[in-house]
């Protein structure tokens, strides 16, 4: 079973700070995914990466395949940018669906 | 494009009743996944279906089960409910089973008494 780690656990920051959050995993992957999860409950989609980078406007995804390492970052954060990010691995094979980290929970302050 | 609906969004039971929770996927999408969320133990997965067939099953106990039906509506059952079952379970729907983008709905929050 995958092992899904995420740092920091909580984050607050200004806004216009450059934010990194941490996902590290246990067992190799087929694709990882990062999630938003705002307050109230909805989840949306940000990312699904199984090599490489992505980015889409001012978030941006990294993987690290053989350290079993990705990151997401926000440029020019805003407190809009305020939500729970999920970082959630399914792996080779995908025979247990997805497995999620806790969660980072963050803060822009304006 | 209509996104993925669930229903009901909030839902009260009293100990050992059973509840289903319905939802419906993104128009052509064919996998629907079912999760979990709790304070406690954050997102986990419950069952996968694509094309009727359950694919993948996490480890819960055989009170939870679900069903997808030909236009890929799918629904979730629990019965005896326990207090622990309180939390919002969320289903996501993506084009095909296996490794690709998944969209959630809103959820359905169950309050288990």
């Known amino acids: 079973k995958n092992e899904v780690e995420q740092s920091p656990q909580n984050l607050t920051a200004q806004e216009g700070e450059f934010i990194t959050i941490n996902c590290s995993y246990s067992v190799g992957i087929s694709a990882l995914h990062w999630l938003q999860q705002h307050p109230g409950g909805g989840i949306v989609s940000l990312f699904m990466?199984?090599?490489g980078k992505k980015k889409h406007g001012r978030l941006i995804a990294t993987i690290n395949i053989q350290e079993k390492h990705s990151s997401l970052h926000i440029t020019a954060s805003h407190p809009r940018d305020s939500a729970v990010y999920i970082c959630?691995?399914?792996?080779?094979?995908?025979?247990?669906?997805?497995?999620f980290g806790k969660g980072t929970h963050l803060i822009i302050q304006p | 494009k209509a996104g993925v609906t669930q229903t009901p969004r909030y839902l009260i039971k009293t100990r050992g009743q059973q509840v289903t929770l319905s939802c419906s996927p993104i128009s052509g999408h064919r996998s629907v996944s079912w999760y979990q969320q709790t304070p406690g133990q954050g997102l986990q997965f419950l069952f996968e279906?694509?094309?009727?067939?359950?694919?993948n099953k996490g480890n819960f106990p055989g009170r939870f089960s679900g069903r997808q039906f030909s236009n890929s509506r799918s629904e979730m059952n629990v019965s005896t409910l326990e207090l622990g079952d309180s939390a919002l379970y969320l289903c996501?729907?993506?084009?095909?089973?296996?490794?690709?983008?998944?969209?959630f709905g809103p959820g359905t929050r169950l309050t288990v008494l």
């Open positions: 990466l199984s090599s």
């Open positions: 996501a729907s993506s084009a095909t089973s296996g490794s690709n983008e998944q969209f």
């Open positions: 279906y694509f094309s009727e067939t359950q694919r």
């Open positions: 959630a691995v399914r792996s080779r094979g995908g025979a247990d669906g997805l497995t």
